[in-house]
T-cell receptor, first 114, second 116 residues
Framework: AQSVTQPDIHITVSEGASLELRCNYSYGATPYLFWYVQSPGQGLQLLLKYFSGDTLVQGIKGFEAEFKRSQSSFNLRKPSVHWSDAAEYFC????????????FGRGTSLIVHP | DAGVIQSPRHEVTEMGQEVTLRCKPISGHDYLFWYRQTMMRGLELLIY????????DSGMPEDRFSAKMPNASFSTLKIQPSEPRDSAVYFC??????????????FGSGTQLSVL
């Protein structure tokens, strides 16, 4: 069974600084990988996903993520953080060819200082 | 489309009472999911349906929890009797699994349940 680890519970950055949120997965082959964002009081919204092909994936709101097979990682990045990016971020992994039902990590809370 | 609609947004009840959470998925979606979110356990998949049929309910914590999907546009999650440890945010999500890379989950805004 697949699993996903987000080692950072909280991340604090200053507005305008760069951001990297870590995600590591456990799966026997190349999985489907996702990043979702949850704003306060809202449901989760898909930021980006990787199914195959180019390992650098562009998403909405200026986010990108890079799939690194050798490190079993799918880290989320943004070059310049805005105050509105403060939210909870979830990495998820799904099984290709199967039901693909994603398994979510515990989430990383992003705090943005002005 | 209005997206996935959940009701109520907030529910406060007393221990032992029956609680019913409701969800209207996006029209045309063939999968529906119920998740529970707590600080301690994160986001847990409780159950999911495909074409109104329950596929996997292994995440349902115990027999006090039940879920139904009588038609393609409506699902309920019921807790009877409720307990304080059931307090959490419950999310419904839907998806169209068409075998393409367009597949993704659409989440509702959740129901904040507080059991006193």
């Amino acid at each position: 069974a697949q699993s996903v680890t987000q080692p950072d519970i909280h991340i604090t950055v200053s507005e305008g600084a760069s951001l990297e949120l870590r995600c590591n997965y456990s799966y026997g082959a190349t999985p489907y990988l996702f990043w979702y964002v949850q704003s306060p009081g809202q449901g989760l919204q898909l930021l980006l996903k990787y199914f195959s092909g180019d390992t650098l994936v562009q998403g909405i709101k200026g986010f990108e993520a890079e799939f690194k097979r050798s490190q079993s990682s799918f880290n989320l990045r943004k070059p310049s953080v805005h105050w509105s990016d403060a939210a909870e971020y979830f990495c998820a992994v799904g099984e290709p060819g199967g039901s693909y039902i994603p398994t979510f990590g515990r989430g990383t809370s992003l705090i943005v200082h002005p | 489309d209005a997206g996935v609609i959940q009701s109520p947004r907030h529910e406060v009840t007393e221990m032992g009472q029956e609680v019913t959470l409701r969800c209207k998925p996006i029209s045309g979606h063939d999968y529906l999911f119920w998740y529970r979110q707590t600080m301690m356990r994160g986001l847990e998949l409780l159950i999911y349906f495909n074409n109104n049929v329950p596929i996997d309910d292994s995440g349902m914590p115990e027999d006090r929890f039940s879920a139904k999907m009588p038609n393609a546009s409506f699902s309920t999650l019921k807790i009877q009797p409720s307990e304080p440890r059931d307090s959490a945010v419950y999310f419904c999500a839907s998806s169209l699994m068409d075998g393409t890379e367009n597949e993704k989950l659409f989440f509702g805004s959740g129901t904040q349940l507080s059991v006193l």
